[in-house]
């Protein structure tokens, strides 16, 4: 079906994104989160991660976008 209409399937290898932003994203979030504890429940896991990601998201300078988090306060 998705031939006849012009899609193309393309797979990337597991665990091997094409994308650096994504390989870094990936990397950064095992390393300092998913290896960084251990997850009692599916709870705990969503609030550790809720955390690593505010963290990431709201507190954190990023090199890319200047040294600034990405939601930077008004």
Known sequence: MGYQRG????FSRP??????FITAFNSK??????N??????L???CEKLEV?????NEERPHNAI???PP???A
């Open 7 to 10: 899609v193309i399937l393309d």
């Open 15 to 20: 665990r091997m994104p094409p994308n650096n």
């Open 29 to 34: 979030l095992r390393r300092e989160c998913l």
């Open 36 to 41: 960084a504890h251990w997850f009692l429940s």
């Open 43 to 45: 709870q705990d896991a």
């Open 52 to 56: 690593w990601r505010r963290n990431y």
């Open 66 to 68: 200047g040294n600034i």
């Open 71 to 73: 939601i930077f306060p």
